[in-house]
Structure formats: structure tokens, C-alpha cells
């Protein structure tokens, strides 16, 4: 079955801007979360959906918003771009049952000038 | 606050010899842990995993041990090989959803 298909891989945004990006689970998951990887920070969990709803949230700020659709699909916001937000953003979906481990997609590539 | 750690950013191994890499955390309501193994270009691929209950975990070459008093957890792969190298990522989470805590990874090569 086809994995985590996250678009687009690489995005170069001008600071001030916003920016959004798209992750589609594997089928028939329903809970997608998504972090924010930097050298020597590791991953970093932005945020949880489940069923359209967020779960749960990291400590970033306000600026980072996300969504989810009925049909699972999720998007990442982010406003007001700032240089440090340029990382590799990852999304991961799962069945969203407690003790599943995550399946991963490529990433998106945020390089913000 | 990075509640899980890997003090290591880099292992260098030999082919065949066994590969080892370490991962400490801070709280002790963590009951859940897996290990990620990452390519360049390629998202995280989950590798094993082990519950508080456990302390050791085995799948084919990888075994992973949770020392829970210590709040540290290692994996070993035997025997290595250079398809291993890659970033190895742990991670832990409370058993309330599905929030996990990645430490800052460890680089292994695998030197043929």
C-alpha cells in the first residue's frame, strides 16, 4: 500500500511569508502528527490530529497551525516565516491507537531566505 | 528541555562487529520507546520498539535494552553491516497518545 506522500519536497518561502504544506497518510490511518527536524535539535513535535481534531500540541508557537480532513489528509501552516523556521518538516501517520509507532513520510524541505 | 538524549551524534563500526547506541531520558512516566533508523532524503523508518514492562526486546540483529532505573536504553545490532549506516533516532512517550520525544539522533557507519 503506499506510504506517507508529503508535498511538495522542497519550498523556498521569503521571510514574512506563509507557507503550506500537505501530508496524505497511509490508508485507513487516522491520526497524522507532524516535526520539525534542525541539526542538533532532532525531531521536534509540532502537533497531533485525530479524527479532524488536534490531539495534542508542542510547544511552538501560535504561528504554526495545522489541520486535518475528513479524509484523513493533513496540512501545516506557517505564518510570518522566520530564518529559523527552515527544517525538514515531517509528517507521520498511524492508527492513532496508543503504543503504535509512526510510519514517516519523506519530509518537506523548508529553506526560508 | 530535550527530555530524551543521545549523547553520541556519531558511531564509527566495523563490518561484522557489533554496533551499539545509547539513549538516555529524563522522565521517568515514559513508558514506550522506539528507535527510528533515517537515510538521507527518506523520512524516519521505525526499526523496534519496547514497552516499561520489558528490558529487552529482540528482532533478527537488532535487540533493544531498557535499564528503567538508570532512565537509559540502548540497541545493538549484530552483526553490522554497511547497509546500517544511517541516523538512529530513539524516541519515548507517556502512554496517554501518541506524542513522541525524539532524541537528537546518532550517525552510524558501518565501515566495510
Known amino acids: 500500500k503506499a506510504g506517507v506522500t508529503q508535498t511538495p519536497r522542497y519550498l523556498i518561502k521569503t521571510r514574512g511569508q506563509q507557507v503550506t504544506l500537505s501530508c496524505s497518510p497511509i490508508s485507513g490511518h487516522r491520526s497524522v502528527s507532524w516535526y520539525q527536524q534542525t541539526p542538533g535539535q532532532g525531531l521536534q513535535f509540532l502537533f497531533e490530529?485525530?479524527?479532524?481534531?488536534?490531539?495534542n500540541k508542542g510547544n511552538f508557537p501560535g504561528r504554526f497551525s495545522g489541520r486535518q480532513f475528513s479524509n484523513s489528509r493533513s496540512e501545516m501552516n506557517v505564518s510570518t516565516l522566520e530564518l529559523g523556521d527552515s527544517a525538514l518538516y515531517l509528517c507521520?501517520?498511524?492508527?492513532?491507537?496508543?503504543?503504535?509507532?509512526?510510519?514517516f513520510g519523506s519530509g518537506t524541505r523548508l529553506t526560508v531566505v | 528541555d530535550q527530555q530524551v538524549k543521545q549523547n553520541s551524534p556519531s558511531l564509527s563500526v566495523q563490518e561484522g562487529r557489533i554496533s551499539i547506541l545509547n539513549c538516555d531520558y529524563t522522565?521517568?512516566?515514559?513508558?514506550?520507546f522506539l528507535w527510528y533508523k533515517k537515510y538521507p532524503a527518506e523520512g524516519p523508518t521505525f526499526l523496534i520498539s519496547i514497552s516499561s514492562i520489558k528490558d529487552k526486546n529482540e528482532d533478527g540483529r537488532f535487540t533493544v535494552f531498557l535499564n528503567k532505573s538508570a532512565k537509559h536504553l540502548s540497541l545493538h545490532i549484530v552483526p553490522s553491516q554497511p547497509g546500517d549506516s544511517a541516523v538512529y533516532f530513539c524516541?519515548?512517550?507517556?502512554?496517554?497518545?501518541?506524542?513522541?520525544?525524539f532524541g537528537t539522533g546518532t550517525s552510524l557507519t558501518v565501515i566495510p
Open positions: 522522565n521517568s512516566m515514559f513508558d514506550y
Open positions: 524516541a519515548a512517550s507517556l502512554n496517554t497518545g501518541n506524542q513522541f520525544y
Open positions: 507521520a501517520s498511524s492508527l492513532g491507537l496508543e503504543g503504535y509507532g509512526y510510519t
Open positions: 490530529y485525530f479524527s479532524e481534531t488536534q490531539r
